[in-house]
């Protein structure tokens, strides 16, 4: 995958921004869509992919149970 994409999730990063999560959505659609900078013709739906993978990651992010802080915090 992309490599430049960094981890977002607990212990590698403890308070996630959203500009962390956008720039990471960014760098995600350009690796498939194969574009830096789309064409004019595709700058909207490139910028709507961009927006649905950034919704999806902070939701998922939201998600995420890190049993080793669950663990550390019960304990």
Sequence with gaps: MCRSI????????????????????LQYVRKISGFRTPAGHNAEAFGHAVDAVAAATA??????EVR????????
């Design 68 to 75: 080793s802080q669950a663990v550390a915090k019960s304990g």
């Design 6 to 25: 960094k981890t977002l999730r607990p212990p590698y990063a403890d308070q996630v921004t959203d500009d962390e999560i956008r720039a990471a959505a």
């Design 59 to 64: 939701t998922l992010l939201g998600q995420l």
